[in-house]
């Protein structure tokens, strides 16, 4: 069955720093990959999503992601962190190969910008 | 106004209610999903539809029931809610890409 691990429940980056989240899927088979990022008591948003096209994909708000098939990776980055960029980040993959109507989800990591 | 919404945001119980949240869109969406969040798991999935007549089981189905009223509202009930049932529960849709558009989630309580 299709998983996803997020190494580092908790990032701390200084502000203008560069911000890296990680994340592995477990499959040989690759699935569709999202990023979503949850700002306090709010719902999920879409920064992402990667389904075959180009590896490295370009998102809202400056981040990006590449996706690694060798490697498993599907790795958040943004060059310079800003205050504003404090929120919880969720990696999540198909549970399939494609679109297969259902996400799985990372346990989610918490970015944290000092000033 | 929201695509996706939620009623309540907020909702305290005692053990042993019977609670209903209800999740309406105006995406038109056809698939409409049903997760809680819990600190450190991640979210995860309760029931999912993909039309009007299908419902289906997610990885945590047990105390929970849902009913897909219409195309756009898609309601879960805990039958009689319990402790471990505190979580924030957020209601999702989806075209058939697997992009997923979340509501705002509610705060279940129960004492």
């Known amino acids: 069955a299709q998983s996803v691990t997020q190494l580092g429940s908790h990032v701390s980056v200084s502000e203008g720093a560069l911000v890296l989240l990680r994340c592995n899927y477990s499959s040989s088979v690759p699935p569709y990959l999202f990023w979503y990022v949850q700002y306090p008591n709010q719902g999920l948003q879409l920064l992402l999503k990667?389904?075959?096209?180009?590896?490295l994909v370009k998102g809202i708000n400056g981040f990006e992601a590449e996706f690694k098939k060798s490697e498993t990776s599907f790795h958040l980055t943004k060059p310079s962190a800003h205050m504003s960029d404090a929120a919880e980040y969720f990696c999540?993959?198909?549970?399939?190969?494609?679109?297969?109507?259902?996400?799985?989800f990372g346990q989610g990591t918490t970015l944290q910008v000092k000033p | 106004d929201a695509d996706v919404t939620q009623t309540p945001r907020n909702r305290i119980t005692k053990t042993g209610k019977r609670i209903m949240l209800e999740c309406s869109q105006t995406?038109?969406?056809?698939?409409m999903y049903w997760y809680r969040q819990d600190p450190g798991l991640g979210l995860r999935l309760i029931y999912y539809s993909f039309d009007v007549k299908d419902i289906n089981k997610g990885e945590i189905s047990d105390g929970y029931s849902v009913s897909r009223q219409a195309q756009a509202k898609f309601s879960l009930s805990l039958e009689s809610a319990i402790p471990n049932q505190t979580a924030l529960y957020f209601c999702a849709t989806s075209d058939n890409t697997d992009t997923q558009y979340f509501g705002p989630g509610t705060r279940l309580t129960v004492l």
């Open positions: 990667y389904t075959s096209a180009a590896t």
């Open positions: 999540a993959v198909t549970s399939g190969s494609g679109n297969t109507g259902k996400l799985i």
């Open positions: 995406k038109g969406h056809d698939r």
